[in-house]
């Protein structure tokens, strides 16, 4: 089993220019989140899902949009790149979201908006 | 506000001494503790969760409620031990972890 894999593993970007990072995973786990981590900060939630067809909001979404059209698969769009968006990306999935239930990540997307 | 604190940015211990990594969280309710770890060039993983009061690798961590405290501990570290280290809140009736920024440990020979 690959896990949860990541496309592009590095972006870099112009501001304004738009692109969307793909998440997948292959254990069936309904629930799936996208985090970024910014240097010397812990990760922050910027959504996630508990399912097919549903999403929400973590703690910073403005600015990026998902789509969970398919189990595996979870998308994080950037419509228009800011250069506050440079950050490393990460991934997630788990099982269920109850209370201390593992997340397995990604190994992170790196990208850099100019 | 919920946080969590990681006082240390880098701890640098010998192999054979025992390690000690903070973590103080500020939440209300009852608190769901976790460790994560990440080792070079790996992705991030579970290291241990207040729930299962697990030890792993010989890593342990108590829940301290009056110190607001989940300190990781291991007696004798070992070099393979070196990585970055992430405590993470998890809050009642939420989706949502609270991570600290992290402590980068070194194990030196």
Redesign the interface.
Same mark, same amino acid.
């Given at each position: 089993n690959a896990g !949860?894999t990541q496309t592009p593993k590095f972006r870099v970007l112009k501001t304004g220019q738009s692109m969307t990072l793909l998440c997948a995973q292959d254990m069936n786990h309904e629930?799936m989140?996208w985090y970024r981590q910014d240097p010397?900060?812990? &990760? @922050? &939630?910027i959504h996630?899902s !508990?399912g097919e067809g549903t999403t929400?909001k973590?703690?910073v979404p403005d600015g990026y949009n998902v789509s969970r059209l398919k189990k595996q698969n979870f998308l994080l769009g950037l419509e228009s790149a800011a250069p506050s968006q440079t950050s490393v990306y #990460?991934c997630?999935s788990s099982y269920s =979201?109850d @209370?201390?239930e593992?997340?397995? #990540?990604? =190994?992170?997307t790196r990208l850099l908006v100019l | 506000a919920q946080r969590?604190t990681q006082p240390e940015?880098l701890l640098s211990v010998f192999k054979g001494a025992p390690v000690e990594l903070k973590c103080n969280y500020s939440y209300s309710g009852s608190p769901?503790l976790f460790w994560y770890v990440q080792y070079s060039r790996q992705? *991030?993983? *579970?290291l241990l969760?207040?729930?299962?009061r697990e030890s792993i690798k010989g890593f342990t961590a108590d829940l301290n409620k009056g110190e607001t405290s989940f300190h990781l501990k291991k007696p004798f570290a070992q070099e393979e031990d070196s990585a970055m280290y992430?405590c993470?809140l +998890?809050m +009642?009736s939420n989706?949502? *972890?609270?991570?600290?920024?992290?402590t980068k440990l070194i194990i030196k020979p």
């Open positions: !949860v629930y989140y010397g900060m812990g &990760l @922050r &939630l996630y !508990v929400a973590g703690e #990460f997630a =979201p @209370r201390g593992t997340q397995y #990540f990604g =190994p992170g | 969590v940015k769901e992705r *991030l993983q *579970l969760r207040h729930i299962s992430y993470a +998890d +009642d989706y949502q *972890l609270i991570w600290g920024a992290g």
